[in-house]
């Protein structure tokens, strides 16, 4: 329909939507220009005015600005008249005009046109998944002179929390949060990788959001290279947040998924994490996991390495993956990466003695490689010095340089070592490390490393692959479609760990963060922390163990044999479970809740970290139940509740008793948990009753 402005102009609105069972996004067109996304969140009526809602969604004009409307494009920019951060640079033009050249529709999505000057064609395709609610916006350009190309997704007014990820190495997911203010809010990793300080995400949430109840916009780029983030207020005060690639020219698709809630930040979340399970490469299980690297490092023995997996296959250790020190000439981190064959020393007879040991175990085997790597001392530099990406005069990072794998060879190169070594060993898990930063290299190379996982993904659909980079240097939703689990971070300290997979559960599901019980001093941070506290928070991920099994007490093998056995009965349950964070008001409690999807049980997680300003626990809000049913709760493992601060234990909960709660008392806030001492986990699961019985004291 046309409508005549204040100033004279005829405006022409075109409008689409799409709807998911509890969403709605809707998309318009003005004046055939570039599309703009007008509304995203709650499910629209069949009759909603669609040409009006995008009306409303540009403010009026006032003294001192322009006199044409401006909307605010998927891809805004200067010539339409927006004076914020533009969607689309062209190093040719920085100030293309874009118009609507067609549309295509589909029950999910719509596959959009936009031309610019023309002649070159802008695809921007969006489509809304039923089962998530999830918005994806992918921009396909035709051409690669785009020095900025960013979807530019609006915020709601209410929204002023700006809430993201930093941290460092052993320090990753650490949440930090700011305002909107006018003007900018900018995140960029140049690394050429996802970095530590910089998963690809960003929350933005009103005053009033929780984790149960409140409304907040998640943003997520699915890219694994260098990306930059904007969060931006207009003068007018409109708000948008776009992510791009920082670096480079390229062609290649931009993609980000958007979710909105109204379920707080938790409801977010599971959105998110149910995203990430629907695009794994492969369906996998969960196996426990031992890896030898803190256990031996470089010092390879066969005869230790086998006596080490027989003692970890009577822990219940279910695979066992060979790290780093088991290929040519390596014994330190200054040698030998690019030489993928077996060190003849350490291994005279290859890998066959030691594999055939593991799998008589009933153990799977895995393997660590770090393909995108090499050494100057090592035969495949000595062979190929021009393979190396970057300037010749670089720094080095850890002893080594990146590989360029957008050179012809390179990646053929890879694939072929790599599939020799699965064609001869029957590995089942590879541990894709990559340990530096990269000096140079840009959109391209992520490509090719993506073509590269493809590749080997389709040859070896029985293999699955880890995403590590020093831990959580490379974690996002792109290489996820591409790998089954993410090594979360290289610090195996379970206190800090307690807090960096609580964060990042606010993008991953717990499945795919590995998580592994350390040594009893350990080595990235040295702190002494129990067996218990570090087997239960392992419990909650992907569990695994890392460290010398010869150095367990009695005591301790025990309980890590107790957790791990109560790991693998529960699994099943935990990652197919709703998950979510539980506020505590006590910045030194760290609660989850694991509900089954028929609200039939649950488990709570609740990790002390440090001593508490109160003297007692708070209590705990527990959501997601059925608020008719009557649960019987019980604590998993009562031996680990300290007497001396549950003295009068009223309930009969902390002395190993039952509770019966109804899921109304649940969600109103009224299960206390006993008093726990620091650097401790109380794990507690309840099942749904038909009538209370008599608490078991």
């Keep these: 329909m046309h409508e005549r402005s204040k100033r004279g102009h005829a405006i022409n609105v075109e409008c689409w939507r799409l709807d998911a069972p509890e969403r709605t996004a809707v998309i318009a067109s003005f004046d055939g220009g570039c599309p703009a996304l007008v509304h995203f969140g709650a499910r629209l009526p069949a009759g909603e005015n669609l040409e009006m809602l995008a009306r409303l969604s540009i403010p009026n004009v006032a003294g001192a600005q322009l006199d044409a409307l401006v909307p605010m494009t998927l891809l805004p920019n200067a010539m339409d008249g927006w004076q914020g951060n533009p969607g689309i640079k062209l190093v040719a033009d920085p100030v293309p005009r874009l118009r609507l050249a067609g549309v295509d529709t589909a029950d999910d999505g719509l596959s959009l046109v936009a031309r610019i000057d023309g002649a070159t064609h802008l695809a921007i395709a969006l489509s809304l998944d039923p089962a998530t609610g999830l918005l994806t916006v992918c921009l396909l350009p035709e051409r690669a002179d785009a020095g900025w190309l960013a979807a530019a997704i609006p915020v709601p ?26 003007g900018r809010h900018v995140r960029e990793s140049h690394e050429g990788r996802t970095g530590h300080a910089h998963f690809p995400g960003v929350v933005l949430a009103t005053d009033a959001c929780g984790e149960d109840t409140g409304e907040c916009l998640g943003v997520t780029m699915a890219w694994s290279g260098g990306h930059r983030l904007v969060a931006e207020e207009a003068s007018d005060g409109r708000r948008q947040v776009q992510f791009g690639f920082a670096d480079g020219l390229s062609a290649l698709p931009r993609t980000v998924v958007v979710g909105w809630s109204d379920t707080g930040f938790s409801g977010l979340s599971r959105a998110m994490q149910a995203h990430v399970r629907a695009n794994l490469p492969k369906k996998v299980a969960r196996p426990v996991h031992f890896n030898c690297w803190e256990g031996v490092y470089f010092h390879h023995s066969v005869e230790e390495l086998q006596e080490i997996a027989t003692l970890v296959a009577g822990l219940g250790a279910e695979r066992f993956v060979l790290d780093d020190g088991w290929f040519k000439g390596r014994n330190d981190d200054t040698s030998s990466l690019g030489d993928w064959t077996v060190d003849q020393v350490k291994y005279p007879a290859g890998l066959h003695p030691l594999v055939s040991h593991i799998r008589s175990l009933g ?3 895995g393997i660590w490689f770090e393909p995108e790597m090499v050494n100057t001392d090592s035969d495949l530099y000595r062979a190929h010095p021009d393979w190396v990406l970057g300037p010749a005069d670089q720094p080095s990072g850890r002893g080594q340089f990146v590989l360029d794998l957008t050179r012809p060879g390179v990646t053929d190169h890879l694939f072929g070592v790599i599939a020799a070594f699965l064609d001869e060993y029957p590995a089942t898990y590879i541990k894709w490390d990559h340990n530096r930063i990269l000096t140079g290299g840009g959109p391209a190379q992520t490509s090719a490393l993506y073509g590269l996982l493809d590749r080997l993904n389709a040859a070896y659909p029985h293999v699955e692959i880890e995403s590590c980079a020093s831990g959580g240097g490379r974690i996002d939703f792109g290489v996820l479609q591409r790998t089954t689990r993410v090594w979360l971070s290289d ?49 909650f991920r992907h569990m695994g163990i890392e460290m010398d099994p010869r150095e367990l007490t009695p005591d301790e093998t025990d309980t890590l044999k107790a957790v791990i056995a109560w790991y693998k009965t529960n699994r099943d349950f935990l990652f197919s479970a709703a998950h979510g964070r539980i506020e505590t008001d006590d910045p030194q409690v760290f609660a989850e809740r694991f509900v089954a999807p028929d609200q039939t049980r649950f488990v709570v997680s609740c990790g002390q970290a440090g001593a508490s300003a109160q003297i007692a626990m708070r209590p705990l809000v527990i959501t997601g139940l059925d608020p008719d049913a009557i649960y019987d709760l019980r604590l998993v493992a009562p031996t680990v509740i300290p007497r001396a601060l549950n003295q009068n234990d009223a309930s009969g909960l902390a002395s190993g008793g039952a509770v019966q709660l109804s899921g109304a008392a649940l969600a109103a806030g009224r299960l206390r948990l006993p008093n726990a001492f620091p650097e401790t986990m109380t794990v507690i699961e309840g099942r749904r009753i038909d009538k209370p019985r008599e608490t078991d004291r």
């Design 157 to 182: 007014p209410l929204m002023g929390r700006i809430i993201d990820h930093g941290g460092r190495w052993c320090g990753e997911f650490a949440r930090q949060e700011t305002r909107f203010l006018t």
């Design 491 to 539: 610090s195996n300290d379970a206190l800090e760990r307690l807090r960096m997979q609580f964060e990042a559960s606010r993008w991953l599901p717990p499945e795919v963060q590995g998580s592994h019980v350390g040594p009893r001093v350990c080595h990235s941070s040295g702190r002494t922390l129990s067996m218990a506290f570090r087997a239960w928070v392992a419990a």
């Design 363 to 365: 153990m799977e085997f």
